[in-house]
């Protein structure tokens, strides 16, 4: 699936131009992390990713190949959850895969004690606090061993407490292989988890770079202009 390589994508609906000629290309380890105003296209670019629309132009290659080879999974900011057991939610999405269900039932097991809810495994995901349901939402994803995962704002209306404990599950997925690709507004969080940065702005990536050293010397002048709107202090940037 490694490198992923975008070139030229674009994606206008209505005439109303989104991602205008986007180039990026990604390794297969660390977490990446895409910053931009509102509206630059950051969950866009991951439903495109995720084969959820077709772009208007552009392409997509994994490795060599123009599909993924099924090790991709994603997680919205708000989990699509079925109604049913904590347990089936995880076994459910298993059952494509070829394992037994005894294999099934002993991966589900492990990743809900992983995440914390193996003691809620018969209770309805319906009835989980938010954190809960996200939690619920990374251990399904997490069962399916993805080698790309895909994070969609995992953590926008949670507590703090909350927050930390999704924040330590993605980094125990990204230490067991999978490559994890996440958008977030939090810049606290991008610095904590980020091992690159992705900035998007008017439809195009505008800087790609290590994490610290893009928040310590931000090379275009949107990523310069972004962080000094979006951090609740004055930034003076080295020239």
Do not use: Y
Request: with cysteine; glycine share 8%.
């Amino acid at each position: 699936m490694f490198p992923l390589s975008i070139k030229g994508l674009r994606f206008a609906p209505e005439q109303r131009v989104v991602l205008d000629g986007l180039d990026l290309e990604l390794s297969g380890e660390g977490i990446s992390i895409i910053l931009g105003p509102n509206g630059a296209g950051k969950t866009l670019l991951l439903r495109l990713l995720a084969g959820l629309l077709p772009p208007h132009a552009g392409s997509i290659l994994w490795g060599a190949a123009a599909l993924p080879d099924g090790r991709l999974a994603m997680v919205f900011q708000q989990p699509m959850l079925l109604r049913m057991s904590v347990f089936a939610n995880v076994e459910f999405a298993l059952r494509p895969q070829a394992m037994s269900a005894a294999e099934r039932r002993a991966r589900t097991d492990n990743v809900l004690e992983r995440v914390g809810l193996a003691h809620r495994a018969k209770d309805c995901a319906r009835l989980l606090s938010g954190g809960e349901r996200q939690r619920l939402a990374l251990a399904r994803a997490w069962a399916m061993q993805p080698r790309l995962l895909l994070l969609d704002e995992p953590t926008a209306s949670l507590d703090p407490s909350a927050t930390e404990a999704v924040e330590r599950i993605i980094r125990e997925i990204r230490t067991e292989g999978a490559k994890v690709l996440m958008t977030t507004h939090n810049l606290g969080q991008a610095t904590r988890l980020a091992d690159d940065i992705i900035f998007l702005a008017e439809g195009r990536v505008q800087e790609h770079a290590a994490a610290q050293r893009f928040f310590a010397h931000p090379q275009s002048p949107a990523a310069r202009a972004f962080l000094q709107g979006e951090l609740p202090w004055r930034i003076a940037f080295d020239r």
